[in-house]
T-cell receptor
């Protein structure tokens, strides 16, 4: 089976750096995804890790450790518009098209 | 380039009724997946349609059924609605059954069951 866990809420200050952690247990491994979801909107793709290490994409970076079943999303130079839920997700199978999602971490960025 | 569209945006139904939600995939996509997202939770996979057939299904009862049309659009039907069916229903599209790095989600339909 698949199980994904992440903190439900976090708060940070504008301009700061925040790290959102995700732990997962999956029957197989086909990558780890991060999505951003603003309130009332569709999730949008942020990053995908299939190998260990850090993937950097602008202000957002994602890290994966397959041996530890652990990932994190790092957000730098926080902006107010980064206030959203961040969803950690793993593919259900090796087709990689359908996902099991974590509960989401609701990030509030304060001025 | 048209993204994923869903209709209606909001819907209120009474317990025991039936509901149909609609989804049009992103231009060029032919595969549609449906998710249920309860308030404060992550999306849960319901099922996926490709070539007008249900290809994969999550842990949802038979009250949840679907259909895909030749133009790749899809419907989600829920019968005998329960209060617990109140949620945001998301549609996601992709191309074929080959692994894709990302899925494109629609804005969702907010269903309230009273």
């Amino acid at each position: 089976g698949q199980n994904i866990d992440q903190p439900t809420e976090m708060t940070a200050t504008e301009g700061a750096i925040v790290q959102i952690n995700c732990t997962y247990q999956t029957s197989g491994f086909n990558g780890l995804f991060w999505y951003q979801q603003h309130a009332g909107e569709a999730p949008t793709f942020l990053s995908y890790n299939v190998l260990d290490g850090l993937e950097e994409k602008g202000r957002f970076s994602s890290f994966l450790s397959r041996s530890k079943g652990y990932s994190y999303l790092l957000l730098k130079e926080l902006q107010m518009k980064d206030s959203a839920s961040y969803l950690c997700a793993a593919p259900l199978d090796n087709y990689g098209q359908n996902f099991v999602f974590g509960p989401g971490t609701r990030l509030s960025v304060l001025p | 380039d048209a993204g994923v569209t869903q209709s209606p945006t909001h819907l209120i139904k009474t317990r025991g009724q039936q509901v149909t939600l609609r989804c049009s995939p992103k231009s060029g996509h032919d595969t549609v997946s449906w998710y249920q997202q309860a308030l404060g939770q992550g999306p849960q996979f319901i099922f996926q349609y490709y070539e007008e057939e249900e290809r994969q299904r999550g842990n949802f009862p038979d009250r949840f059924s679907g259909h895909q049309f030749p133009n790749y659009s899809s419907e989600l039907n829920v019968n005998a609605l329960l209060l617990g069916d109140s949620a945001l229903y998301l549609c996601a599209s992709s191309l074929g059954l080959v692994r894709s790095v990302e899925q494109y989600f629609g804005p969702g339909t907010r269903l309230t069951v009273t």
